[in-house]
């Protein structure tokens, strides 16, 4: 009885360790894969408005080379930043008390979606990366809007992303970007988790025993966390490998290299908007993507409908989460991209 009841007061103080054990890790992960890297490339934005070319440009012709040659360079972008993703998601399994993230991300209003979407801001990740993270917040009993929040803040308000954007595209594309990320990342994540109700995670597909469960504590925690890490591998990296190098073949059908020129057309928009919502980048691709466009005088209106839809979600990332969100929830975040990319098309259109 009072080995219990020490066990029980020491327990707090064991969860705290973990929490900052938790927080320091990521720290040195995101410092590794994006806060150090964007905080040289601002510097490059800032004095020759570009900060690089489109990775679409300068691939060959040949459908099967193109591939693998858009697979190629797309990896060597995001590898790092899916490293510290998928240990992230891992490490939140095990490391972080359920309780907590249940209490801070698990209710249904809006308090726990606007705290997702916040907890997103420093993680500045692409859509597929920050798919895992989703997956082991969803674990852990977070709702389903505060998982998209997080899942769409990573890209749609990436801070770093704003600022080149500034500097390559102009105050007026990133004043779009930032009240259409708004939207995306507050009011369509809200809406799903309404949408959503009470509905969890497919524990049959991501079941990773609880962290909490006697059984479990006495496994140790490298252990936990070498199983939940697997899971997490065998459970994406196909299907992600896979999705990608068939979107990387489809590229010239979805992005026409030619044709697109002095176009602004309502068709194209819509079409650009599909495309962009299915298609696939590493963090920040759209801005040379869309310079190189509009530099082949693509209209603003396509090029606004490529600047929301492009970065939040892709079909890779849908198939990633596809069993940790429902179906309903998954069809309703697609059409919402879809939606609001044209009528930000639109506006631009008008405006620009």
């Not at 359920?98 to 979606?113: C, E, H, I, M, P």
């Not at 979107?247 to 962009?276: C, Y």
Request: with cysteine.
């Amino acid at each position: 009885m009072q080995q219990n009841q020490a066990d029980s007061a020491q327990q707090p103080v064991q969860n705290w360790k973990k929490v900052l054990l938790f927080i320091v890790l990521v720290a040195i992960g995101l410092f590794w894969a994006k806060w150090q890297p964007y905080f040289a490339k601002i510097f490059i934005a800032s004095s020759k408005h570009s900060i690089g070319k489109s990775i679409l440009a300068g691939l060959p012709s040949s459908s099967w080379a193109a591939a693998w040659g858009y697979a190629r360079v797309y990896f060597l972008a995001i590898w790092k930043a899916l490293l510290v993703a998928v240990i992230v998601a891992s490490l939140i399994q095990v490391l972080l008390p359920r309780n907590w993230v249940t209490r801070a991300l698990g209710k249904t209003g809006f308090l726990s979606t606007m705290t997702g979407g916040l907890l997103a801001l420093p993680g500045m990740m692409c859509t597929c990366c920050a798919a895992p993270i989703v997956i082991g917040l969803r674990k852990c009993k977070s709702s389903v809007g505060a998982a998209v929040a997080f899942w769409f803040g990573n890209t749609a308000i990436n801070p770093a992303v704003l600022i080149f954007m500034f500097f390559v595209l102009g105050w007026k594309f990133t004043v779009l970007r930032l009240v259409f990320g708004l939207i995306l990342v507050f009011g369509v994540s809200y809406l799903a988790n309404r949408l959503a109700g009470g509905e969890m995670v497919d524990d049959s597909v991501l079941a990773v025993p609880n962290t909490e469960d006697e059984e479990e504590q006495n496994r140790g925690l490298a252990s936990r966390w070498f199983k939940a890490l697997w899971r997490l591998i065998i459970g994406i990296v196909p299907v992600y490998i896979i999705s990608v190098l068939l979107l990387a073949f489809a590229r010239a059908w979805l992005f026409p290299a030619g044709g697109l020129g002095g176009q602004d057309s309502i068709a194209l928009i819509a079409g650009l908007a599909i495309a962009g919502t299915f298609f696939v980048i590493p963090t920040a691709a759209e801005i040379p993507i869309i310079q190189a466009l509009l530099s082949m005088w693509l209209g603003t209106g396509a090029a606004a409908a490529l600047l929301i839809t492009l970065p939040v979600i892709s079909l890779p990332s849908m198939l990633m989460v596809r069993k940790a969100l429902p179906a309903k929830v998954m069809l309703f975040l697609m059409v919402s991209v879809i939606v609001l990319g044209i009528v930000a098309g639109f506006i631009a259109k008008a405006l620009f």
